[in-house]
């Protein structure tokens, strides 16, 4: 029997979402202009781009500031006692039943940190190299290389979720399932929306997805914790966990992994777009990263620098503080202008360049401080593995001459929607 969850699924609400976030004008030409005149911005910068924040209903109801500046972006996200981002608990983490890390502030994002974060260490996620390799080469790539042609964002939307979702211990013997749970996290972060005419219908979606998506999890988890509780992936982790000196509860695993998995494989998806559209697009590029693979590396770390997928964060003040001459007062937003501070020349050379040559500097696409991405490895890893296997497996790649050339866009969450290529 059909249910209303059942009407959701993954390509449907990664287009919602893209749309929701994708905003109106050019936000490099608008940050650009905005630096250019001042350090900061005084009132709301994000309103002009009519997209959503994690603030939700909250933003422009207090004073507002922007900062576009890498060592004033750097300087808020590396302070978390200064700047905290409890607010997103009322705003994006209401459709979490207020339970997400993201909200998190002070020991209790501490404690929580410190128990997800070693399912996601280097250590860890290397481990699982050999699987996520033979997964996007056996599962996806080898089965469309006689093709010769295809849109890459079909490829780019279906292995992160794939690998990430194996990566947090739910069971592999039902890939599919993987794409229901997936739709589902990205109607949460739909409900967000900020269209009037669009808004009851989203939270209505993001209502029936924060169910859906809860008792599928709470079913493996019952399940992981009868069998023992083994294995390095995070469900398995969790229920070992001690926290503030007990074991974490079933519904308290559950909500845990619920608030981590909206960010579960779309951010990897769209990062996958902007990397494999510089590639494509950049003279000579491809020719040189596929004679040196030792290049694959620089190639995402540039691309997450030049196209980061979120283009800003938003934190609250703590206490009154001040930035170029300007007093801001404590329970203000200040929105940390990543697009903007990714690109200052003061820290970058020639920064609206895509040049994977350059120089490493500290870049803010996986964030920065103590809420730095936690996923990070396993993005970078996944993205690795799935260059080198197209580059391996799609001899003479190259853009469709008869589709629209891919454009990476997005007034927040940036990429590009279809890369259409041909290959030999």
Known sequence: MNTASDTIDLESAYSAVSDTYKGKGDIHAACRLARERSSIFIGDFIRQFAVPTNAGMQQGSRPTFALFRHKDVMAVLRDAEAYTSGFIAEGLGAFFGG????????????????????????????????????????????????????????FGLAFPIREMYALMGFPTDDPQAYRRYAGWALAMVGGNQVDPAKADEARRNAGIAVKALYDAIMEVVVRRRAEGSLGDDLIGRLLRAEHQGRMLDDHEVTTFVRSLLPAAGETTTRTFSSVMTLLLTTPGLQDRVRADRGLVPKLIDEAVRFEPVATFKVRETAREVEFHGVTIPKGAFVQCMVVAANRDEDVFENPDVFDIDRKPRPSFGFGFGPHMCIGQFVAKLELGCAVNAILDLLPGLRLDPDMPPPVIEGAQLRGAAHIHVLWD
Do not use: C, S
């Open 99 to 154: 339970l997400i890390v993201l909200a998190m502030d002070g020991e209790q994002h501490r404690q929580v940190r410190a128990l997800l974060q070693p399912a996601f260490m280097p250590e860890t996620v290397n481990k699982w190299r050999g699987q996520i390799d033979a997964v996007i080469r056996k599962d996806f790539l080898e089965p469309m290389a006689g093709d010769k042609k295809a849109d890459l964002m079909a």
